[in-house]
């Protein structure tokens, strides 16, 4: 491709002059030729020079020298020769800029190029020209020939060499120009041959001379060059100067870019418009705005600045600017003619942000825009499926995309939707094999003609992207987009085609990032924890550890703390023990009637697997509290003390602690560390636990248990390094975040048995006469175990499990004896399904067993039964019913108060919250406040609007019927209520977290997050939607 | 599609059973081991219908177990891409639903349901037509092509479509009612 220049019409007819043509039909002053003779050896240099530069020339019109416009690249040469001919060399990086750049083909330009005295040597100029402007301006020249040729246009010591002259800063060109204007004024007694202003190069130009002396003739006199240091710049470097990056230039309209900087740091953005002289690129973005801020800004209101507040990116409601009064302007631009909306300095257009921005602050380079971030782009208006811009996608493919056997489908030219399959690969043709039978048995087509071509049905993974890895099969293809239905979690995926193979292997995409994998149960910053739900090439999804509602964040890496290994237990309803992999089914909260195994317990709360749960991999987060054990422990035998004691939960109804005068007084002080949880697990002696001390002389004081003997317990006062012993009532576990389950049991009972002394109905004398039918059990089976094990607990369970549970495997799940085929185990499992009424049966054969009388008694009852069965041999019979009377407990209020586990089952406000200790602070619900708005629905009854008055200690609220609250007064019952959920612009009050109870104003609504103006403080906070509750007005 | 088809297989016997009923031991335990199970070469192998042959027991050493090589009849369910079903919708949630063809789970993704059927959720989540003619929830028996199967070593998984002429609804029990 040539290079079209035209001369200046003033100067010529000739409209159009390529390199290399004639030029001097044009007449030529006679004074000059003297200065053009001169010019022929300088031409021959000159030639070569350019040579070496490679890229293309241009000549320019000294008239336009001043317009700043007119220098748009990199930098310019200035060749010094005679009066008329100066020169400006504008070294682009390809011709096809220039070819954009119509604007500046206009300008007048005119070609020096060297002459020659006689014909044939322009002649020979010509072809020289010709062969290098040919060659340079295809895509494709041969690359090893111009190796050669430009290994022989590198500098050489006999060439003028190139010296680094300093000079003030911001004022390069201005240097360049001032020294070009000399050399027109003086002529050929400069002797400098050309000089360079490198836009990235501060403070300094380069000069080409044959001598130093030359260079520091020039520089005298100029006022912003500092000649005293003259540098040379060694002739291996000589070319570095003048390579041009190419980064700088490969930038186009509608390319993606990357922000670097800023609040739009990392945010996708599209280019709209290049300006390479000024180095800014005009962007366009999703905004951030915080529409509030700017409002109070621009009404002069004080604004509070609040760091690391990121305005969520969406797309930009000029009306709701409107609301906010908010002045808007709608303004065009004059080069393009569009019509934007502005305010507050910014740019807006169908929602978008129209940013400047210097192309510093963006980078360009391997953007891969995730599918979610351009389906944002999609201008809402346009409801056409194609996703703008592929070309860019394209550009990002890796090398060996394509490989034999892809089906393919051409997307451009005359081929279009035509589908084959690749049969080869060259560098940047594949050739296909069409599906059409007429066609020629191969063609060849471009690579970015082509993209890969799924049906619905084909398995397939992902091989590039966020969800890299993954796979699936195909439902549904949209264009170039595919929707995969992911073969582990039976999620939707939206993928390229681009991104995907062929395959028939199942993966559940990448499963790790540093120590954590998926599935793992990970602590958080600011203490919350939850489970790793899926995995993406940077960041977690992880199920948070909040009951009320499944909360899943996007955690990068580096914001988990520590991976969570300790094996907790946790208390179910009827305060058995759960441990990991024991099914439980969920009585209450949203995920209600759900059951499945636990697979992570910590602090109260479970997370549970239910495989008929597709969303969250199947994960549930439910408090240990509102859930009950199904069947037996799963956990394995080998976990000696705890797996045995969840299997037979239903036994350990009695506390613990009253266990304790049991412990065999031969073993002397129990080796075992007891609470500190050896192996993870915690063992049940309250010996080791820190405790502290609720009553009498050391009333508040914490200490560690070194002994428990009988009823009285022996602490270690950390304070005062002294052994006191007191009455283990006395004493209560000190509140610790990281306590065990099995300290958690204890300190139930710890506390229960406090109220027992004024309440004989309650556990401790009740129990008691348990224990000598126990006691004889005890030295039977302890030796069985390990005796530096807790012989407490084992003792008194082993011989239930082999005298008396195991040949019934009652406690046992279904599945897990499926192989036995024991028809036993299917028969009895259900009766441990709270409220399956077959259980009745078993009553009749229990022999004199009081409690059959009051089966769906008072929970406390659970051990009476024990009292009165004689053996242990039959002591499965009592159970059975017991289960299914737990969770009709009427009175189960009356044992929360005292009880820590009870709690999160109360919804009796905040107020009990002091009684738990043991819970972690973040577990209090979302239980309903006085004056909010909540949607009554009695069973029967249509759903109505009420108002709530009061709030009972067990949750049941007063509510007025009436969305003014004034109607009929009625009592309902938490689960018959439900807040309304508030609109944008009413009265909120906050339901959770630390705001809890503070009230304030909606002010919008994003997604599932509520904007939230706070009365109070007039903060702007952005919260769940779900813990919003509208206010009664 | 079911086939009846012969296949093979080596079973251990522990010597306890060996005795006067020590075919009707094997049998009952090759009925055991294999009926419900599922190959992907096969599918799911859906009943036994007869013994063929009994080969002859091989001591293993060192147990005392005995392996006997059985050639036996069974009928064999697989499914095929393109193969049309009945099935009976097992869950119904906002990504499409599960419906359950025998021992096969399909899952028909709301992509492939009828642009005119919207989720709704609620006690009984389902799919219903905007007039409220036609509803898919759970119960619901619906005829559906399978569009893709995925055959592991233990487990056959396929997606469906019932975006297709004569696909969709056959019998409602909830409408019934």
Known sequence: ?1033 | MFFHIVLERNMLLHPRHFGPHLRDKLVAKLMKDVEGTCSGRHGFVVAITGVESVGKGMIRDGTGFVSFPVKYQCVVFRPFKGEVLEAVVTMVNKMGFFAEAGPVQIFVSNHLIPDDMEFQSGDIPNYTTSDGAIKIQKDTEVRLKLIGTRLDATEIFCIGTIKEDYLGVINDPGAAV
């Open chain 1, 1 to 1033: 491709m040539f290079k079209r220049l035209k001369l200046p019409p003033d100067e010529g007819t000739i409209p159009n002059i390529l390199p290399g043509e004639v030029l001097d039909k044009k007449p030529i002053p006679v004074e000059e030729a003297e200065a053009l003779a001169d010019m022929d050896r300088r031409g021959r240099e000159m030639a070569e020079i350019e040579a070496f530069l490679k890229d293309t020339v241009e000549l320019v019109d000294v008239s336009q020298l001043k317009n700043p416009n007119y220098y748009r690249d990199l930098m310019y040469l200035f060749f010094p020769v005679s009066t008329a001919l100066a020169k400006i060399d504008f070294i682009v990086d390809n011709g096809a800029e220039i070819q954009d750049e119509e604007e500046r083909r206009r300008m007048h330009r005119r070609p020096l190029l060297p002459r020659e005295d006689d014909q044939e040597d322009y002649e020979a100029l010509e072809r020289r020209i010709q062969a290098r402007y040919a060659k340079s301006s295809h895509t494709d020249y041969d690359e090893e020939a111009t190796d050669v040729e430009q290994q022989a246009l590198l500098p050489s010591v006999k060439d003028p060499k190139l010296w680094m002259v300093k000079c003030a800063i911001g004022h390069e060109r201005e240097v360049a120009v001032c020294l070009m204007q000399k050399c027109i004024d003086i002529g050929p007694e400069l002797q400098i041959r050309s000089v360079i202003a490198l836009d990235h190069l501060k403070n300094y130009i380069y000069i080409e001379a044959d001598k130093e002396a030359h260079v520091k003739e020039a520089c005298k006199g100029l006022r912003n060059i500092y000649n005293q240091k003259v540098l040379l710049v060694p002739i291996k470097e000589m070319t570095d100067v003048l390579s041009v990056e190419s980064k700088a230039t490969d930038l186009s309209r509608e390319a993606w870019v990357r922000m670097k900087l800023g609040s739009y740091k990392g945010d996708l953005a599209k280019v709209v418009d290049v300006d390479n002289v000024r180095q800014r690129v005009t962007v366009k973005l999703i905004p951030r705005i915080d529409l509030q801020a700017v409002a109070n800004k621009l009404e002069g209101r004080e604004v509070v600045k609040k760091k690391a507040f990121n305005p969520p990116a969406r797309l930009m409601k000029i009306e709701e600017a409107r609301e906010m009064h908010i002045r808007v302007e709608r303004r065009r631009d004059p080069s393009t003619g569009d019509y934007y909306e502005s305010f507050g300095g910014m740019m807006f257009k169908d929602g978008f942000l129209y940013k400047t921005v210097s192309l510093k602050s963006i980078s360009s380079k391997n953007i891969k825009p995730s599918f979610d971030e351009l389906e944002n782009f999609r201008n809402p208006d346009d409801g056409d499926g194609d996703i703008a811009s592929m070309s860019t996608l394209f550009a990002n493919r890796k090398k060996g995309h394509f490989m034999k056997g892809d089906a393919v489908i051409v997307i451009k030219g005359d081929l279009k939707n035509l589908m084959g399959w690749v049969e080869k690969v060259d560098e940047e043709n594949v050739h296909i094999r069409p599906k059409m039978k007429d066609l020629p048995k191969t063609i060849a087509v471009n690579e970015k003609d082509i993209c890969k071509y799924f049906k619905p049905g084909d398995h397939v993974k992902v091989v590039s992207g966020a969800q890299e890895g993954a796979t699936g099969m195909v439902v549904k293809v949209e264009g170039h987009v595919l929707i995969i239905i992911s073969d582990t979690t039976k999620e939707d995926i939206r993928v390229f085609a681009d991104n995907v193979v062929e395959s028939s292997e199942v993966t559940s995409g990448i499963t790790k990032i540093g120590d954590y994998e998926l599935h793992d149960l990970v602590l958080l910053e600011n203490m919350s924890f939850g489970v790793i739900i899926r995995v993406e090439s940077e960041a977690f999804h992880v199920l948070k550890g909040v009951p009320q509602r499944p909360d899943v964040a996007l955690i990068k890496l580096r914001e988990i703390k520590s991976k969570i290994q300790r094996r907790n237990n946790a208390q179910d309803r009827s305060r058995n023990t759960v441990s990991v992999k024991d099914v439980v089914k969920i009585l209450e909260g949203p995920s209600k009637g759900k059951q499945g195994p636990v697979e992570h317990i910590y602090r109260g709360i479970l997370f549970i697997i239910d495989r008929h749960h597709l969303e969250h991999a199947g994960y549930i987060c439910v408090k240990a509290q509102s859930c009950i054990l199904i069947g037996g422990s799963h956990a394995n035998g080998d976990r000696n003390g705890n797996s045995l004691a969840s299997r037979f939960t239903p036994l350990r109804a009695a506390p613990d602690f009253l266990q304790s005068p049991r412990r065999p007084p031969r073993g002397g002080p129990p080796i075992h560390s007891g609470g500190r949880h050896r192996g993870g697990r915690g063992q049940d002696s309250i010996v080791g636990t820190t405790i502290k001390i609720r009553m009498g002389p050391f009333k508040g004081y914490r200490g560690r248990v070194k002994d428990v003997t009988g009823e009285s317990v022996r602490v270690e006062l950390e304070s005062q390094m002294k052994v006191v012993t007191g009455k283990s009532l006395s004493l209560s576990l000190s509140l610790s975040l990281s306590i065990t389950f099995n300290r958690n049991q204890i300190s139930d009972n710890l506390v229960i048995s406090t109220p027992c002394r004024e309440t004989p109905r309650y556990g401790l004398g009740s129990e008691t006469p348990m224990h000598p039918s126990r006691t004889p059990l005890h030295p039977f089976m302890t030796p069985m175990r390990d005796p530096g094990a807790t012989p407490i607990h084992d003792g008194m369970r082993t011989p239930m499990r082999d005298r008396a549970w195991n040949p019934y495997a009652p406690m046992s799940p279904a599945r897990d004896n499926w192989e036995d085929g024991n028809p036993a185990t299917w028969g009895t499992s259900p009766l441990h399904q709270p409220g399956t009424p077959p259980a009745r049966p078993y009553e009749a054969p229990t022999p004199g067993s009081g409690w059959a009388n009051t089966p769906g008694g008072n929970y406390s009852e659970a051990g009476t039964p024990r009292e009165s069965s004689p053996t242990y041999a039959n002591a499965h019979s009592p159970y059975l019913p017991e289960t299914p009377g737990q969770p009709m407990t009427p009175s189960s209020a009356a044992y929360l108060p005292g009880t820590p586990g009870g709690q999160p089952m109360t919804p009796g406000g905040g107020g009990l919250d002091l009684m738990s200790p043991a819970i972690d602070g973040d577990g209090e619900g979302l239980w309903f406040m006085a004056g909010i708005l909540v949607d009554v629905r009695k069973s029967g009854k249509k759903p109505v609007i009420g108002v709530v008055r009061e709030i009972f200690p067990d949750g049941s609220c007063m509510v007025s019927l009436d969305p003014n609250g004034d109607g009929d007064m009625i009592t309902a019952l938490p689960n018959e209520m439900e807040m309304v959920v508030p609109k944008k612009s009413d009265k909120i009050k906050i339901m959770s977290g630390d705001q809890r109870g503070s009230t304030g104003k909606l002010i919008g609504i994003d997604g599932t997050d509520g904007i939230v103006k706070v009365e109070d403080t007039l903060d702007v906070k952005i919260l769940d939607m779900a813990i919003l509750a509208k206010l009664a007005q």
